[in-house]
């Protein structure tokens, strides 16, 4: 990994990081307070020889007592010594507790010992520390004494006397703290390179161009830079007079899909959306209900009125009534069964018809799904844009033959029909009917949400397409929106 993967990592998993942190401070703050506070007496003794007065003599003695040094170690902690000073003392301890505090060492190549005896008290223990030193002075008197009446081989004299220690000798909080923070870091670093490595979505740039598709583009919904990125991708998409957009990931993207519809009917051409997310999560979801239910008034879109003017004529879906001024109609003549009377072929319609609807079909809630079920005539659902050149064919109530009606020569025969009328036909259509919808396309793209998305399924979805006959034009990226927790 180089510099620039680490930085990756840290700007995706710095939460990680952070965390590794706040945990090893909070264990080393445990440690910290659960630990009682120590002090530590030493004293500091030297070992001698009893030899001649030559310079050979004191040489041999030097070695003779470094040698001694080695075993003196051992007689500090003995049971002997240690049964002493609790005898002397008083002590309520036994002898593997007090053996746990004394401790004792020698520098190199010396004939020094360093006693130490650690306890709560610092006064018990500059007491402890002396009777240690005195015992071990007394056995070892007893040791090196030969005869009776003759001094003993080797001397014990103390050079520093232990002294009540002013500082604690346990470890130091602020050190412990930096080692905590310091381990969390690393646990934390440990942590954010096995999600890395373990996380198979899509989510960068890199990443998403390795899928090894061409990328139309990024475009980051709901930000100053989107209606830049928007045309951006108008100029990428491919000049088909049908297009189907799907997001691979299963995670739909209707404002995409609209924000596309807009970008291309800014330049003058007449842009139809259709709806045939069977999932419920298409373009219709972004409609205003009253768009639905009301014709607009003054030819605005979306309507915004609270409280719409009775006057106003509603079609709902499923009804023949009308309300007008307040009055309920229910002729039995207006009722028009179009599955048995066909709709006028295009090429039939009279000349002032226009070609592209200017105002809400009568039964817009009724949409695609009524249209594919012959109930309704396809000019009864259109949803215009004005302004844009953009008219939206919502999908309507959904059934459980919607999915398979989009699968037959009935939706095929609807492209058709519509490509005479509209210069670009938009289908948003779910992941798991594109592989129907989108051979009858000149071009497909695949719309993937960037952190959302895993490798697998993406690369499942772009085979299946292309295993059905589909033109994959390319990929279109969505980041997820910036928070202050998330950076990448």
Known sequence: MELPDYLRLLRRYWAVLLAGVALGVGLAAYQVESTPTTYTATS????????????ADSYQGGLAAQQRVRSYLELITSDHVVDRVIGQLGLNLDREELRAAITADTPPATSLLRVSVTDEDPETSRVLTDQVVAQFRALVDELETIEVTAAPAARVAVVDAAQAPAESSSAGGTRLYLVGAIAGLLLGAVVAYLLDRLNKRVRDSAEFAALGRPVLGTVALGTDREPAELRALRARLPAAPRLVITALDGQSEPALVLGTAAALGATGAQVLVIDANTTGHGVSTLLPETLLQLPPANGEWPVREPNPPRELVTAASGRTSAVVRGEIFDPPTVKLDLRTAPAVPLDDLPATTPTVPTKTGARAADGLAAVLREDIHIDEAFVPWPDRSVVVLALGTADERT?????????????????????????????????AVAPRAAGTVGVVRLGGARRDRIESALTALTAAGATVAGLVAVPPRRTWWRRS
């Open 44 to 55: 500091t003794l030297y070992v001698s020889m009893a030899t001649g007065t030559s310079v």
């Open 403 to 435: 999915a398979d009606l989009l699968a037959a020569d009935r939706f095929e025969t609807l492209l058709g029909e519509v490509a005479k009328r509209f210069d670009r036909v938009i289908v948003d259509v779910a992941v798991a009917d594109a592989t």
